[in-house]
């Protein structure tokens, strides 16, 4: 049964690898780009990923690594409005879970019966402005529109809310996107500069190993690095 999965998941690999190709065009210097020929197909292509993935061991390792890394953040997660971004499965809504907040997270694909995702595209989030407290994602190699993303972040998060973000080194690093991958960058400097000019200040940053070897970042919404003042306690501790 084992085999006849894996074959399964190999076979639709195969077939996404012939509808969509593997082009990818420079949108500048610091960035890359797959080349899609429509909007469409950049969802079809990122929704596809559920059905081609194993996510057993992965929902364990990475859940138990970032939980210790947002523990390690020393705030009080307690009652946050979280949402996660790309969040697949769940796994990093569970990590904030089990560190007492309240969180959700939405995928373009959440799979049937998850109690975690909800259907969303995170270039148009369906959440009301400023009615979260984090946001968290790893998934910025998934984006079409860089720059909307940012805006939709800044939309969502109260004033001085937080976003962690974690990704992985770009090519400069000799790191090179994978079969899912829809942008990539030349170095993390590059993508945390595109959220400076949509209105974040950076905070922390911190190397990480797990999943994959890159970095966690802090920012602030607005450069306001203390959380409203009906917030249990200030982001500023994680955030400068």
């Known amino acids: 049964m084992r085999f006849l999965t894996r074959l399964k998941r190999s076979l639709r690999k195969r ?25 469409d197909d950049y969802l079809a292509h990122q929704a596809a990923k559920l059905e081609t993935h194993e996510f057993g061991e992965y929902d364990t390792e990475f859940r138990n ?12 997660w307690r009652d946050r409005r979280v949402l996660c971004l790309g969040a697949r499965i769940g796994t990093e809504v569970k990590a904030f879970l089990e560190l007492g907040a309240v969180a ?37 190699d998934h984006a079409f529109d860089i720059d909307r993303i940012a805006r939709e972040v800044r939309k969502v998060l109260t004033p ?18 994978g079969f899912f991958e829809s942008f990539f960058w030349k170095n993390i400097d590059e993508l945390v500069r595109v959220f400076e000019n949509a209105g974040f200040t950076v905070g922390n940053r911190k190397p990480i ?19 409203p003042s009906q917030q249990k306690r200030r982001i500023q501790t994680a955030a400068s």
């Open 104 to 140: 959700i997270g939405i995928d373009l694909n959440p799979g049937e019966n998850n109690p975690y995702v909800v259907q969303g595209d995170f270039h148009d989030l369906q959440f009301a402005p400023e009615s979260m407290d984090v946001v968290y994602t790893n998934s910025l």
């Open 160 to 177: 001085g809310g937080l976003f962690v973000l974690e990704a992985v080194h770009g090519r400069d690093q000799g790191i090179n996107p």
């Open 209 to 227: 190993t797990r999943p994959w070897p890159g970095e966690q970042i802090c920012l602030s919404r607005n450069g306001d690095l203390q959380p």
């Open 15 to 39: 077939s996404l690898a012939r509808k969509f190709g593997e082009a990818w065009h420079e949108e500048s210097d610091a960035f890359r780009k797959r080349s899609y020929a429509s909007y």
């Open 65 to 76: 690594a970032l939980r210790e890394r947002l523990a390690a953040l020393d705030i009080d």
